[in-house]
């Protein structure tokens, strides 16, 4: 695609449930990253992809968050036990990858509400 | 592992004025440093990047600058114009990937 595209867009859930968040990065990018932004912060960085595997998944917060990319493309989050602190937008990024240039693009995100 | 700061929170300017952020890193890997243009309910959008070969680097109105040695970077905006007004974040990164680090943002807006 044109740019990295995330779903869902919006996404309200009760305390408790699971929740699934899908990246499709730009193709051929084979570098991808997860963040979540609360209001009025910075990006926080989650987990970071290189091709299929997780190069660095220091910045997940506990084990009830993981995320997968199988074939190195699409990427899911996925948060088990949902918490009302977990209400954030989730934002994946996509990078062609070094050599080729470390510039990452991000999606527009997919907007969490937990009540 | 890396740390971003960045100042000011808030940035009022008069139009046509220049606007200043100033942004510090920790980690002395660090070789690229991006800034992102976010607009309310939007993605950030990158609008200018540096690399550490390079001291200042230009686009139109807008210009960044760096300093490896005192690990700190800024983004420079003149002729400040109503669009311009948006949150604005740096970040660091080093070439073989791990992951970016974002500073906390600044919010500038510019007054007509």
């Known amino acids: 695609g044109a740019g990295v595209s995330q779903t869902p867009s919006n996404k309200v859930t009760e305390k408790g449930k699971y929740v699934e968040l899908r990246c499709d990065p730009i193709?051929?990018?084979?570098?991808l990253y997860w963040y979540r932004q609360s209001l009025g912060q910075g990006p926080e960085f989650l987990i970071y992809?290189?091709?299929?595997?997780?190069?660095?998944d220091s910045g997940l917060p506990n084990d009830r968050f993981f995320a997968v990319r199988p074939e190195g493309s699409v990427s899911t989050l996925k948060i088990q036990r949902t918490e009302r602190g977990d209400s954030a937008v989730y934002l994946c990024?996509?990078?062609?990858?070094?050599?080729?240039?470390?510039?990452?693009?991000f999606g527009e995100g997919s907007w969490l509400t937990v009540v | 592992g890396e740390n971003v700061e960045q100042h000011p929170s808030t940035l009022s300017v008069q139009e046509g004025d220049s606007a200043v952020i100033k942004c510090t890193y920790s980690?002395?890997?660090?070789?690229?440093f991006p800034w992102y243009k976010q607009e309310l309910g939007k993605r950030p959008q990158l609008i200018i990047d540096?690399?550490?070969?390079?001291g200042e680097k230009k686009d139109q109105r807008i210009a960044v600058t760096l300093n490896k040695t005192a690990k700190h970077f800024s983004l420079h905006i003149t002729e400040t114009q109503p669009e311009d007004s948006a949150v604005y974040f740096c970040?660091?990164?080093?070439?073989?990937?791990?992951?970016?680090?974002f500073g906390p943002g600044t919010r500038l807006s510019v007054l007509p």
């Open positions: 992809f290189q091709g299929t595997g997780a190069a660095d």
């Open positions: 970040a660091a990164s080093s070439d073989y990937g791990q992951n970016f680090v």
């Open positions: 193709s051929g990018h084979t570098a």
């Open positions: 980690d002395s890997a660090s070789n690229y």
């Open positions: 990024a996509s990078s062609p990858g070094m050599p080729s240039g470390n510039t990452i693009y």
């Open positions: 540096i690399r550490s070969n390079v």
